[in-house]
């Protein structure tokens, strides 16, 4: 598979809490430059990086993010307000105790409040695999699917581990043909990003992928 076709497909990814609007905006270079899919940044950030970047590259940032238990109503002024400062994409946490609790009707509710909070722009649902049974992610499946969601989400990268490929594999078998999805969390190596693809993973939040792609750059491989 072209790095390219790889980096058009990569969230390229900062959010680290001490992030500093010097590597936001570097951040955003790096996504103009190498034209991956978006920048996944702070919600803080988003208005002064869609200033920044105009229409040339999305910006997607996280809400709840990354331990999910705010409010709904919580949930979806972070949404609404992401999206007035310019995100085009938002990438939400689940309740992960509404999920141990089985409350899936309250789970896809506040999903589908959350997308409309969006506005229409894309929203991405992170379930936080690495805490969860393959049962109960079976369940979110259907939660995500119902609730108008565009994408299922591994993991925030904050937790214990981040994207597996069974994870992905198990998702492509049981959310809609609607649903699209992002693979996160751990992702560091150009043979493990095409695997992710080729069992079904539409995006990869990642930074590690501009990294490899500038190495390869230097040493005049790309």
Known sequence: MELKTILSKCDHTLLAQTATWEEIKAVCDD?????????????????????????NLPICTVIGFPNGYDTTAAKCFMASDAVDNGADEVDM?????????????????????????????????????????????????????????????????????????????????????HVKIKAAGGISSLEDVEKFIELGADRLGTSRIVKIAKGLENDGSY
């Open 93 to 177: 946490v689940i309740n992960i105790g509404w999920a141990k609790e089985g409350k899936w009707d309250d789970i896809t509710k506040e999903i589908a409040a959350i997308k409309k909070a969006c506005k229409g722009k894309l929203l991405k649902v992170i379930i936080e695999t690495c805490l969860l049974t393959d049962e109960e992610k079976i369940a979110l499946c259907k939660c995500v699917s119902d609730s108008g969601a565009d994408y299922i989400k591994t993991s925030t990268g904050f937790s214990k581990a981040g994207a597996t490929f069974a994870d992905v594999e198990l998702f492509a078998k049981h959310v809609a043909p």
């Open 31 to 55: 996504g103009m430059k190498y034209h991956t899919a978006s920048v996944c940044i702070p919600a803080s950030f988003v208005k002064q990086a869609k200033d920044y970047v105009g229409e």
